[in-house]
């Protein structure tokens, strides 16, 4: 039949007008008819079905989550990421669930295709990286990585990844800190990592200038008192540098008077004491709004005098020491956690 019959009999057999015509210049110019309209709207109408669907997943998957039922949110991820495999949150989530179980390959896996769904996601550079750190440190079998480096290409890769999710995250929020935390981590890792090769590298080096100095001594080539001097210096030069990679005392602005642990978040009181604020927190929350030193001094001097008030809202972010901190864990990664 032709295009004009077709749309004769839609128009239940009324002479064309110049609406009709266009209306037939139109499905003539365009081939889709209302058979093929009705087909587009179903497969639309079972997308939105499927991402619906893919949704509720979730929502279900979250609470097994939270209930710490890991293993039934990865099944009912999966079955979102089968409805709708275009939403980088299920691959996040699910990711999170093999990080619950230790399954760190699997959250590389999720967490890079999370990254090619949505190339600014946070969460899912944040979980690379850490999964990345983790598989650092298993045998070379147990990597993803074909490199023969003993983990290094694994450690730099994901400081990478931390650094970039640290660049997307604008926010102050717990994301933000787990991620420094993670970077301080991983750094400590690497300098741990290079501080063994050096210390590997001296010795090697060490042997060889000794069987150096003794092959000259037994051949008369060097008397023994310089003999005994240059094995003594040998001795003092290594020490030396062997004693620059050694670990030493925080200084004590650094470290939190709660826990004597370097600070992450350090906050001032009202009585100019910094703290890190987390700890801080929960002393205020379990023994009321005064200052922790304070508190105690109370004990020993003079009583109530001495105890300082310290409500929550008067807290200020200390970002000198904050500063201070940072340029100390760039210089000195292995102070991280100590």
């Given at each position: 039949?032709?295009?004009?019959?077709?749309?004769?009999?839609?128009?239940?057999?009324?002479?064309?007008?110049?609406?009709?015509?266009?209306?037939?210049?139109?499905?003539?110019?365009?081939?889709?008819?209302?058979?093929?309209?009705?087909?587009?709207?179903?497969?639309?109408?079972?997308?939105?079905?499927?991402?619906?669907?893919?949704?509720?997943?979730?929502?279900?998957?979250?609470?097994?989550?939270?209930?710490?039922?890991?293993?039934?949110?990865?099944?009912?991820?999966?079955?979102?990421?089968?409805?709708?495999?275009?939403?980088?949150?299920?691959?996040?989530?699910?990711?999170?669930?093999?990080?619950?179980?230790?399954?760190?390959?699997?959250?590389?896996?999720?967490?890079?295709?999370?990254?090619?769904?949505?190339?600014?996601?946070?969460?899912?550079?944040?979980?690379?990286?850490?999964?990345?750190?983790?598989?650092?440190?298993?045998?070379?079998?147990?990597?993803?990585?074909?490199?023969?480096?003993?983990?290094?290409?694994?450690?730099?890769?994901?400081?990478?990844?931390?650094?970039?999710?640290?660049?997307?995250?604008?926010?102050?929020?717990?994301?933000?800190?787990?991620?420094?935390?993670?970077?301080?981590?991983?750094?400590?890792?690497?300098?741990?990592?290079?501080?063994?090769?050096?210390?590997?590298?001296?010795?090697?080096?060490?042997?060889?200038?000794?069987?150096?100095?003794?092959?000259?001594?037994?051949?008369?080539?060097?008397?023994?008192?310089?003999?005994?001097?240059?094995?003594?210096?040998?001795?003092?030069?290594?020490?030396?540098?062997?004693?620059?990679?050694?670990?030493?005392?925080?200084?004590?602005?650094?470290?939190?008077?709660?826990?004597?642990?370097?600070?992450?978040?350090?906050?001032?009181?009202?009585?100019?004491?910094?703290?890190?604020?987390?700890?801080?927190?929960?002393?205020?929350?379990?023994?009321?709004?005064?200052?922790?030193?304070?508190?105690?001094?109370?004990?020993?001097?003079?009583?109530?005098?001495?105890?300082?008030?310290?409500?929550?809202?008067?807290?200020?972010?200390?970002?000198?020491?904050?500063e201070a901190i940072k340029w100390f864990l760039g210089k000195y990664p292995w102070a991280y956690g100590s």
């Open positions: 039949m032709s295009t004009a019959g077709v749309a004769g009999r839609i128009c239940g057999g009324r002479e064309l007008g110049a609406l009709e015509g266009f209306w037939v210049f139109s499905l003539r110019k365009s081939k889709r008819f209302p058979r093929d309209l009705k087909r587009e709207a179903e497969l639309e109408n079972a997308d939105t079905m499927d991402a619906a669907q893919a949704l509720a997943l979730k929502e279900r998957g979250n609470l097994c989550f939270k209930k710490g039922m890991f293993e039934s949110a990865v099944e009912l991820y999966t079955m979102a990421i089968e409805c709708d495999s275009s939403c980088a949150v299920y691959y996040t989530n699910r990711a999170l669930c093999y990080k619950k179980m230790g399954k760190w390959s699997l959250v590389l896996d999720d967490s890079k295709e999370a990254t090619q769904l949505q190339k600014d996601n946070v969460k899912a550079y944040f979980l690379m990286g850490e999964a990345l750190l983790h598989l650092s440190t298993v045998s070379k079998c147990m990597r993803s990585s074909f490199r023969d480096t003993d983990g290094q290409y694994e450690l730099e890769e994901g400081l990478k990844y931390l650094l970039k999710a640290r660049a997307l995250s604008t926010a102050a929020t717990t994301m933000s800190q787990e991620i420094d935390d993670a970077i301080h981590n991983g750094n400590k890792m690497l300098f741990s990592r290079k501080k063994e090769e050096r210390s590997k590298e001296r010795a090697d080096l060490a042997s060889f200038l000794r069987t150096s100095l003794e092959t000259l001594y037994t051949n008369g080539t060097v008397p023994h008192s310089e003999f005994e001097l240059r094995m003594q210096q040998l001795d003092r030069v290594f020490e030396e540098a062997e004693q620059t990679t050694r670990p030493f005392e925080v200084p004590n602005c650094l470290s939190c008077s709660i826990s004597m642990a370097i600070m992450n978040d350090p906050v001032i009181t009202p009585s100019g004491i910094t703290y890190e604020k987390s700890l801080l927190l929960e002393h205020l929350r379990r023994n009321g709004h005064f200052d922790p030193i304070t508190s105690r001094m109370k004990k020993r001097t003079l009583g109530a005098a001495c105890r300082k008030p310290c409500p929550p809202d008067a807290l200020v972010p200390n970002y000198g020491i904050k």
